[in-house]
């Protein structure tokens, strides 16, 4: 039995073994959400399945637990085969060597001592060193190359002037709303209303404005959801195209249709509170005699 390397069984929980013969007997390994897709259980070491041309059956050899490309991405149905690589006379590789390092190693010291002694040796013919990078460097490096980073950022970005956008046209909306009430303010303050009495109904005004817009516009929010298909369970495929694994609860359309609209009442809310209570604390400072004398 051969060990792999930050894998793990999927039945047993250890480290993933494969036969020795796997690459000879041209095996495949399946990751638990592609045998439970395939099977409805992931105890099918030794069973079939059709190869990636669905012109030949393959042996399952082992079943480990799902594994995710990038962290920011959700694990997806998953087969690994051996295959012999043979490099073209035509064409120029990069071959890449990987070193795991023992437990209590520093990697500063080892980075230091192999680009002194090792690195002068490691040129030959067309063949040269091309830099030593970290596991988390070299992951880095292929989020960038494959649009991940670049794809989050640009989401963020627009999540982000969204919100920017929402916050200043309710807090502008909000403040110029309490701003018109000052006379209002300053007569129930001549009239033996506490700066705390005012700020308190003000805040319930603003609440119960926002939770009635925000359950109006909910009805239309659902309703869109429906037509625009987004409430159809999702189906895990294994070929063809592929859609979010229902076992996360994101791609659950109740569970996440909730919690997104939980966050979104939140946020406004507070938006509306904080675009309410600047300037009604401040109006509420007001003297009795100068609300009267205005109006």
């Known amino acids: 039995m051969g060990k792999t390397y930050g894998f793990t069984d999927a039945n047993t929980g250890k480290q993933l073994q494969l036969p020795a013969d796997f690459s000879q007997r041209e095996m495949v390994a399946l990751s638990a959400c592609a045998a439970k897709r395939l ?10 399945v059709l190869g990636h041309n669905r012109e030949k059956e393959l042996e399952i050899a082992a079943v480990f637990q799902d594994i995710k490309h990038f962290d920011v991405e959700q694990p997806y149905p998953l087969s690994i085969r051996s ?3 043979e490099v073209s006379p035509y064409m120029t590789f990069s071959q890449d060597i990987v070193f795991r390092l023992k437990k209590g190693v520093d990697e500063g010291d080892f980075r230091e001592r192999f680009e002194h002694e090792v690195v002068p040796h490691l040129f ?10 970290t596991f988390d460097e070299y992951a880095y490096e292929k989020a960038v190359s494959s649009g991940v980073i670049n794809r989050l950022r640009l989401h963020y ?11 200043l046209g309710m807090v502008g909306t909000f403040w110029i709303r309490s701003n018109a009430r000052r006379e209002e303010i300053g007569l129930m303050r001549s ?8 700020v308190r ?7 119960i404005l926002v ?13 869109y959801v429906y037509i625009e298909g987004f ?41 509306a509170l904080i675009g309410t209570y600047i300037p009604v604390r401040r109006a509420a400072r007001i003297l009795p005699a100068d609300a009267l004398r205005d109006e």
């Not at 009239?191 to 005012?198: E, F, N, V």
């Not at 009635?212 to 009805?219: D, E, H, T, V």
């Not at 659950?252 to 009442?265: A, E, G, K, N, Q």
């Open 39 to 48: 099977f409805g259980t992931t105890d099918v070491v030794g069973r079939k």
């Open 83 to 85: 295959m012999k690589f």
């Open 124 to 133: 030959q013919g067309n063949f040269y060193y091309d830099g030593l990078r």
């Open 157 to 167: 970005s627009l999540a982000g002037f969204a919100i920017l956008c929402i916050f």
């Open 191 to 198: 009239m033996g209303a506490s700066q705390g009495c005012i």
């Open 201 to 207: 109904q003000f805040l319930m005004e603003a609440w």
């Open 211 to 223: 939770t009635i817009a925000f359950l109006l516009s909910l009805w239309g929010v659902a309703n």
């Open 231 to 271: 409430a159809e369970p999702a189906k895990l495929l294994l070929f063809g195209d592929y859609h979010p694994d229902p076992a996360y609860w994101q791609n659950r359309v109740l569970p996440h249709f909730m919690v997104v609209t939980l966050i979104t009442y939140v946020l406004l809310l507070l938006t």
